[in-house]
C-alpha cells in the first residue's frame, strides 16, 4: 500500500533563503508525482507534475526533482518570498491506477519579510 | 476562463439530515474528481468520472455518499443521511489527460462540511 511521507509539517523561513521540502513514498512503482500548493481557505493548484520517466522538473524559482529508486522527491523553492507562505502537498500516482492519488499530510511554510 | 466550481463553500447540519455538493468542472473536462480531507488526516480520493461515467468509486466511504454526473457535466455528491465523521472538505478537480504532457489537476476552493 503507497504511503507519502513529508517532511518537515512546517518551517519558517526568513524571505529570500532557499528551501526545500521533501516528499518520500513507500511503492517505487509510481506514473507521476506532482507538487500541489493551497492557500488558506482556497482551492489547490498544481505547481509541477513529473512523470515517472523524468527527474525533474522547472517552473520559475521552483524545481521539483524525483527519484524514483529511492522513493523520493524534493521541492526547491529559490529565493522565497512572503508570497510563497502557503502549505505544499505531494501527491502520487501509482502505476496501476494513475487517476487516484495518494497524498502525504503537507509542508507548511511561512516566510517571513 | 471559469476554474473549478464548487458550491456551497459552507454547509452545517445536523446528523442524519442530507446534503448535496455541486461541483461545476472547467468546460470541456472529460475528468472529474472527488477528494476528501478529513482533518488532520490526508487527502483521501473517493471517486473519478470520466464523462458521466463512474471510472473508479472504490474511495467511497460507504452506502451513505452517492455521486452523479449528469449529461458528463456538473457532479453532485450526496450525503445521506450524514454522520459526525463525514465532516471536512470536499474537494472537486478536473482535466484533459494530454499525450507526453500528462494530467494536470485543476481543484476547486472545495465545500467545507460539518455535521454536528
Known amino acids: 500500500k503507497q504511503e507519502v511521507t513529508q517532511i518537515p509539517a512546517a518551517l519558517s523561513v526568513p524571505e529570500g533563503e532557499n528551501l526545500v521540502l521533501n516528499c518520500s513514498f513507500t511503492d517505487s512503482a509510481i506514473y507521476n508525482l506532482q507538487w500541489f500548493r493551497q492557500d488558506p481557505g482556497k482551492g489547490l493548484t498544481s505547481l509541477l507534475l513529473?512523470?515517472?520517466s523524468q527527474r525533474e522538473q522547472t517552473s520559475g524559482r521552483l524545481n521539483a526533482s524525483l527519484d524514483k529508486s529511492s522513493g523520493r522527491s524534493t521541492l526547491y523553492i529559490a529565493a522565497s518570498q512572503p508570497g510563497d507562505s502557503a502549505t505544499y502537498l505531494c501527491?502520487?500516482?501509482?502505476?496501476?491506477?494513475?487517476?487516484?492519488?495518494?497524498w502525504g499530510l503537507g509542508t507548511s511554510l511561512a516566510v517571513n519579510p | 476562463e471559469a476554474g473549478v466550481t464548487q458550491f456551497p463553500s459552507h454547509s452545517v447540519i445536523e446528523k442524519g439530515q442530507t446534503v448535496t455538493l455541486r461541483c461545476d468542472p472547467i468546460?470541456?473536462?472529460?475528468?472529474l474528481y472527488w477528494y476528501r480531507r478529513v482533518m488532520g488526516k490526508e487527502i483521501k480520493f473517493l471517486l473519478h468520472?470520466?464523462?458521466?461515467?463512474?471510472?473508479?468509486e472504490s474511495g467511497m466511504p460507504n452506502n451513505r455518499f452517492l455521486a452523479e454526473r449528469t449529461g458528463g457535466t456538473y457532479s453532485t455528491l450526496k450525503v445521506q443521511p450524514a454522520e459526525l465523521e463525514d465532516s471536512g472538505v470536499y474537494f472537486c478537480?478536473?482535466?484533459?489527460?494530454?499525450?507526453?504532457?500528462?494530467?494536470?489537476?485543476?481543484f476547486g476552493s472545495g465545500t467545507q462540511l460539518s455535521v454536528l
Open positions: 468546460s470541456g473536462h472529460d475528468n
Open positions: 468520472f470520466v464523462k458521466e461515467s463512474k471510472q473508479d
Open positions: 501527491a502520487v500516482g501509482n502505476a496501476g491506477n494513475n487517476r487516484k492519488l495518494i
Open positions: 513529473i512523470q515517472s
Open positions: 478537480a478536473s482535466s484533459q489527460a494530454l499525450p507526453r504532457v500528462g494530467e494536470k489537476l485543476f
